[in-house]
């Protein structure tokens, strides 16, 4: 089973971003290096400050349209309940290959 993930970047101002990816490394490696136009790159979006998984898709889809419809208060809740310095989640991942975008840490077995 492959893993998705539903996360959201932010920069040092709170500016939250959602979005759903079966690549988490290459994702975050994307926007951290603002190789992708959009906001992200408009917006210096460059941590991953929260992240939830799941298997299936449709799933991953509705949870990520139910946060973008968000007001920024609520989005900004799960963030600091499980994040609340907003430290980038991906800091200490050792590997983000821009090639795989695979994430040693993130590998299952």
Known sequence: ???LYVYLMGNRFSTLHARVSNDIGRRV???RHHLAPGSTSRYNIDRLVYLESTTEIRSAII???QI?????AKKIAPTEASNPGWRDLSEDWQDL???TGED???RSG
């Open 1 to 3: 089973m492959r893993l």
């Open 63 to 65: 949870r990520e349209k």
């Open 68 to 72: 973008k419809g968000w007001l920024r």
């Open 104 to 106: 040693p840490s993130l």
């Open 29 to 31: 490696h994307e926007h």
């Open 97 to 99: 290959s821009p090639r």
